[in-house]
Protein backbone atom coordinates (compact mmCIF):
# COMPACT_ATOMS: atom_id res chain seq x y z
CA UNK A 1 0.00 0.00 0.00
CA UNK A 2 0.54 3.33 -0.97
CA UNK A 3 1.96 6.07 1.34
CA UNK A 4 -0.55 8.14 3.32
CA UNK A 5 -2.67 10.30 0.31
CA UNK A 6 -2.13 14.33 1.96
CA UNK A 7 -5.70 14.59 3.19
CA UNK A 8 -5.05 11.47 5.65
CA UNK A 9 -2.27 13.95 7.51
CA UNK A 10 -3.36 15.28 10.30
CA UNK A 11 -1.65 17.60 13.32
CA UNK A 12 -1.21 15.74 16.45
CA UNK A 13 -2.91 18.78 18.94
CA UNK A 14 -1.52 20.99 21.39
CA UNK A 15 0.99 19.00 24.06
CA UNK A 16 -0.32 20.84 26.96
CA UNK A 17 -3.67 19.67 26.72
CA UNK A 18 -2.47 15.67 25.68
CA UNK A 19 -1.09 15.76 28.89
CA UNK A 20 -3.83 16.90 30.97
CA UNK A 21 -5.70 14.83 29.68
CA UNK A 22 -3.58 11.39 30.13
CA UNK A 23 -2.84 12.83 33.61
CA UNK A 24 -6.18 12.78 35.17
CA UNK A 25 -6.44 9.19 33.48
CA UNK A 26 -3.50 7.36 34.85
CA UNK A 27 -3.75 8.88 37.92
CA UNK A 28 -7.33 6.80 38.82
CA UNK A 29 -6.11 3.60 36.43
CA UNK A 30 -8.57 4.18 33.81
CA UNK A 31 -8.04 3.62 30.47
CA UNK A 32 -9.69 4.68 26.89
CA UNK A 33 -9.91 3.55 23.50
CA UNK A 34 -8.42 6.52 22.17
CA UNK A 35 -5.08 5.32 23.43
CA UNK A 36 -5.53 2.17 23.08
CA UNK A 37 -6.66 1.88 19.79
CA UNK A 38 -4.19 5.03 18.48
CA UNK A 39 -6.74 6.77 17.34
CA UNK A 40 -5.39 9.65 14.57
CA UNK A 41 -7.85 12.24 16.22
CA UNK A 42 -6.51 11.82 19.79
CA UNK A 43 -4.80 14.84 19.38
CA UNK A 44 -7.70 16.97 18.60
CA UNK A 45 -10.11 15.25 21.14
CA UNK A 46 -7.90 15.48 24.27
CA UNK A 47 -7.41 19.00 23.37
CA UNK A 48 -11.30 19.92 23.67
CA UNK A 49 -10.85 17.62 25.84
CA UNK A 50 -13.17 14.68 25.82
CA UNK A 51 -12.24 10.80 26.00
CA UNK A 52 -14.26 7.82 24.63
CA UNK A 53 -13.34 5.71 28.11
CA UNK A 54 -12.67 2.23 27.73
CA UNK A 55 -13.99 -0.29 31.08
CA UNK A 56 -13.43 -4.15 31.86
CA UNK A 57 -9.70 -3.23 31.07
CA UNK A 58 -7.32 -3.48 28.46
CA UNK A 59 -7.31 -7.34 27.11
CA UNK A 60 -9.74 -8.47 24.76
CA UNK A 61 -11.30 -12.01 24.08
CA UNK A 62 -11.38 -11.52 20.71
CA UNK A 63 -8.87 -11.40 17.94
CA UNK A 64 -10.16 -8.81 15.20
CA UNK A 65 -8.25 -7.96 12.62
CA UNK A 66 -8.30 -4.15 12.77
CA UNK A 67 -7.91 -3.59 16.62
CA UNK A 68 -4.28 -2.92 18.38
CA UNK A 69 -6.32 -3.81 21.74
CA UNK A 70 -3.87 -6.06 23.76
CA UNK A 71 -5.21 -9.93 22.54
CA UNK A 72 -2.55 -11.96 24.08
CA UNK A 73 -3.20 -12.23 27.94
CA UNK A 74 -5.64 -13.16 30.50
CA UNK A 75 -8.12 -10.25 30.91
CA UNK A 76 -8.47 -9.69 35.18
CA UNK A 77 -11.22 -9.32 36.46
CA UNK A 78 -13.72 -6.00 36.65
CA UNK A 79 -12.05 -3.75 39.15
CA UNK A 80 -15.02 -2.40 41.12
CA UNK A 81 -13.76 1.14 41.10
CA UNK A 82 -13.55 1.63 37.85
CA UNK A 83 -16.78 3.04 37.73
CA UNK A 84 -16.34 5.21 40.15
CA UNK A 85 -13.34 6.86 39.04
CA UNK A 86 -14.57 7.30 35.53
CA UNK A 87 -17.29 9.18 36.92
CA UNK A 88 -14.83 11.08 39.05
CA UNK A 89 -12.36 11.74 36.00
CA UNK A 90 -15.66 13.28 33.90
CA UNK A 91 -16.08 15.86 36.63
CA UNK A 92 -12.34 16.82 36.65
CA UNK A 93 -13.03 17.04 33.26
CA UNK A 94 -15.81 19.43 32.89
CA UNK A 95 -17.45 16.58 30.24
CA UNK A 96 -20.72 17.46 29.33
CA UNK A 97 -21.01 14.28 27.01
CA UNK A 98 -19.47 10.90 28.04
CA UNK A 99 -18.95 7.54 25.87
CA UNK A 100 -18.55 4.51 27.22
CA UNK A 101 -17.06 1.74 25.45
CA UNK A 102 -15.48 -1.54 26.48
CA UNK A 103 -13.45 -4.62 25.16
CA UNK A 104 -15.43 -7.54 24.65
CA UNK A 105 -15.35 -10.10 27.61
CA UNK A 106 -16.34 -13.47 26.19
CA UNK A 107 -15.19 -14.76 29.91
CA UNK A 108 -18.02 -12.70 31.96
CA UNK A 109 -21.04 -14.44 32.13
CA UNK A 110 -23.48 -10.93 31.34
CA UNK A 111 -20.24 -10.00 28.80
CA UNK A 112 -19.35 -7.33 30.86
CA UNK A 113 -23.04 -6.08 31.29
CA UNK A 114 -23.39 -4.97 34.73
CA UNK A 115 -20.20 -2.93 34.50
CA UNK A 116 -21.55 -0.85 32.25
CA UNK A 117 -24.61 -0.25 34.33
CA UNK A 118 -22.15 0.41 37.19
CA UNK A 119 -20.82 3.08 35.42
CA UNK A 120 -23.68 4.81 33.57
CA UNK A 121 -25.32 4.58 37.57
CA UNK A 122 -21.94 6.66 38.89
CA UNK A 123 -21.48 9.07 36.27
CA UNK A 124 -24.70 10.49 36.23
CA UNK A 125 -24.71 10.73 39.76
CA UNK A 126 -21.61 12.29 40.10
CA UNK A 127 -22.39 15.04 37.15
CA UNK A 128 -26.34 15.78 36.73
CA UNK A 129 -27.17 17.17 33.84
CA UNK A 130 -23.99 14.86 31.43
CA UNK A 131 -25.66 13.01 28.29
CA UNK A 132 -24.48 9.17 28.16
CA UNK A 133 -23.38 7.27 24.98
CA UNK A 134 -22.66 3.82 25.44
CA UNK A 135 -20.76 2.20 22.79
CA UNK A 136 -21.21 -1.85 23.69
CA UNK A 137 -20.17 -5.25 22.46
CA UNK A 138 -22.84 -7.64 21.16
CA UNK A 139 -22.78 -9.51 24.56
CA UNK A 140 -22.45 -13.01 22.80
CA UNK A 141 -26.11 -12.43 21.94
CA UNK A 142 -26.92 -12.90 25.64
CA UNK A 143 -30.73 -10.76 25.65
CA UNK A 144 -30.39 -10.42 29.34
CA UNK A 145 -27.05 -8.84 29.17
CA UNK A 146 -28.16 -6.38 26.41
CA UNK A 147 -31.41 -5.95 28.48
CA UNK A 148 -29.55 -4.88 31.57
CA UNK A 149 -27.92 -1.59 29.77
CA UNK A 150 -31.00 -0.96 27.33
CA UNK A 151 -32.47 -0.38 30.92
CA UNK A 152 -30.68 1.91 32.27
CA UNK A 153 -31.94 4.10 29.24
CA UNK A 154 -28.37 5.56 27.46
CA UNK A 155 -29.09 8.46 26.00
CA UNK A 156 -26.80 7.07 23.03
CA UNK A 157 -26.57 3.38 22.07
CA UNK A 158 -23.57 2.75 20.60
CA UNK A 159 -22.58 -0.97 18.34
CA UNK A 160 -20.35 -0.57 15.36
CA UNK A 161 -20.93 -3.45 12.47
CA UNK A 162 -17.28 -2.20 11.58
CA UNK A 163 -17.31 -3.73 8.23
CA UNK A 164 -19.92 -5.54 5.19
CA UNK A 165 -21.14 -9.34 6.21
CA UNK A 166 -18.44 -10.99 3.75
CA UNK A 167 -15.28 -9.44 5.50
CA UNK A 168 -16.52 -10.97 8.91
CA UNK A 169 -14.61 -13.38 9.71
CA UNK A 170 -11.17 -12.21 8.61
CA UNK A 171 -11.79 -9.17 10.10
CA UNK A 172 -14.20 -9.92 13.18
CA UNK A 173 -14.04 -13.94 13.80
CA UNK A 174 -16.19 -14.33 17.14
CA UNK A 175 -18.50 -11.86 15.82
CA UNK A 176 -21.86 -11.98 13.68
CA UNK A 177 -23.07 -9.77 11.10
CA UNK A 178 -27.06 -10.73 11.68
CA UNK A 179 -26.41 -10.97 15.60
CA UNK A 180 -25.03 -7.46 15.55
CA UNK A 181 -28.14 -6.05 13.33
CA UNK A 182 -30.36 -7.86 16.17
CA UNK A 183 -28.42 -5.78 18.87
CA UNK A 184 -29.57 -2.44 17.02
CA UNK A 185 -32.67 -3.33 16.19
CA UNK A 186 -33.93 -3.96 19.51
CA UNK A 187 -32.09 -0.95 21.07
CA UNK A 188 -34.31 1.55 18.23
CA UNK A 189 -37.28 -0.69 19.26
CA UNK A 190 -36.85 1.18 22.60
CA UNK A 191 -37.15 4.64 21.28
CA UNK A 192 -33.34 5.18 21.56
CA UNK A 193 -30.59 7.24 19.18
CA UNK A 194 -29.25 4.21 18.27
CA UNK A 195 -25.32 4.75 16.38
CA UNK A 196 -23.06 2.70 14.59
CA UNK A 197 -20.24 2.60 12.70
CA UNK A 198 -18.37 0.81 9.79
CA UNK A 199 -14.79 1.49 8.26
CA UNK A 200 -13.56 0.91 4.51
CA UNK A 201 -10.74 0.38 2.98
CA UNK A 202 -10.43 -3.28 4.16
CA UNK A 203 -11.46 -4.65 0.73
CA UNK A 204 -15.21 -4.19 0.31
CA UNK A 205 -16.80 -2.59 -2.43
CA UNK A 206 -19.12 -0.01 -3.34
CA UNK A 207 -22.51 -2.24 -3.05
CA UNK A 208 -21.66 -4.09 -0.38
CA UNK A 209 -21.15 -1.23 1.42
CA UNK A 210 -24.49 0.06 0.25
CA UNK A 211 -25.95 -3.30 1.19
CA UNK A 212 -24.63 -2.56 4.95
CA UNK A 213 -26.39 0.78 4.27
CA UNK A 214 -29.98 -0.46 3.64
CA UNK A 215 -29.79 -2.99 6.19
CA UNK A 216 -28.81 -1.17 8.96
CA UNK A 217 -31.40 1.35 8.28
CA UNK A 218 -34.25 -1.42 8.80
CA UNK A 219 -33.05 -1.67 12.44
CA UNK A 220 -34.27 1.94 12.62
CA UNK A 221 -30.84 3.15 13.80
CA UNK A 222 -30.50 6.90 14.05
CA UNK A 223 -26.83 7.79 12.71
CA UNK A 224 -24.05 6.23 11.01
CA UNK A 225 -20.32 6.84 11.18
CA UNK A 226 -18.48 5.46 8.16
CA UNK A 227 -14.70 6.39 8.19
CA UNK A 228 -11.15 5.14 6.66
CA UNK A 229 -9.38 2.27 8.14
CA UNK A 230 -5.96 2.78 9.64
CA UNK A 231 -3.69 0.20 10.45
CA UNK A 232 -2.80 0.49 14.04
CA UNK A 233 0.07 -1.92 14.05
CA UNK A 234 2.18 -4.25 11.94
CA UNK A 235 -0.06 -7.46 13.55
CA UNK A 236 -3.30 -5.70 11.82
CA UNK A 237 -4.78 -6.52 8.21
CA UNK A 238 -3.63 -4.30 6.06
CA UNK A 239 -4.85 -1.15 4.24
CA UNK A 240 -6.55 -2.25 1.02
CA UNK A 241 -7.20 0.82 -0.68
CA UNK A 242 -7.37 4.56 0.38
CA UNK A 243 -11.06 5.71 -0.18
CA UNK A 244 -11.40 8.83 -1.95
CA UNK A 245 -13.28 11.60 -0.36
CA UNK A 246 -15.69 11.92 -2.89
CA UNK A 247 -16.84 8.01 -2.41
CA UNK A 248 -17.60 8.85 1.59
CA UNK A 249 -19.85 11.77 -0.04
CA UNK A 250 -21.80 8.85 -2.09
CA UNK A 251 -21.95 7.16 0.81
CA UNK A 252 -23.19 9.75 2.92
CA UNK A 253 -25.67 10.88 0.59
CA UNK A 254 -27.04 7.48 0.26
CA UNK A 255 -27.64 6.96 3.81
CA UNK A 256 -29.14 9.59 4.41
CA UNK A 257 -31.82 8.64 1.27
CA UNK A 258 -32.22 5.17 2.99
CA UNK A 259 -33.51 7.19 5.89
CA UNK A 260 -30.71 7.29 8.53
CA UNK A 261 -31.33 10.68 10.20
CA UNK A 262 -27.22 11.42 10.83
CA UNK A 263 -24.96 9.77 8.32
CA UNK A 264 -21.09 11.54 9.12
CA UNK A 265 -18.51 9.94 6.52
CA UNK A 266 -14.93 10.99 6.07
CA UNK A 267 -11.68 9.70 6.29
CA UNK A 268 -11.09 10.49 9.76
CA UNK A 269 -14.44 10.08 11.13
CA UNK A 270 -14.36 7.47 14.13
CA UNK A 271 -17.51 5.79 16.21
CA UNK A 272 -16.90 8.37 18.86
CA UNK A 273 -15.46 11.47 16.79
CA UNK A 274 -17.41 14.10 17.75
CA UNK A 275 -19.60 12.18 19.46
CA UNK A 276 -21.32 15.15 21.40
CA UNK A 277 -22.00 17.34 18.35
CA UNK A 278 -23.48 13.85 16.35
CA UNK A 279 -26.26 14.09 19.56
CA UNK A 280 -26.91 16.89 20.05
CA UNK A 281 -27.87 18.13 16.17
Known amino acids: MARLPVYLKKPLGRPSELHRVKSVLRQRGLH ?88 IRAVRRHNPGVTVEVLTPDFGGNPSSLEMVLGESPDV ?63 GCTALTIGQYLRPGRDNLKVQEFVPPELFREYEL ?5 GIRHVYSGPFVRSSYNAEEVYRI
Open 32 to 119: TVCEEARCPNIGECFAKPTATFMILGDVCTRRCGFCSVEKHRIPLAPDPKEPENIALAVKELGLKHVVITSVTRDDLADGGALQFVRT
Open 157 to 219: FNHNLETVKRLYPVVRPGADYLRSLRVLEEASSRGLFTKSGIMVGLGEDVEEVKELIRELSLT
Open 254 to 258: YGRAC
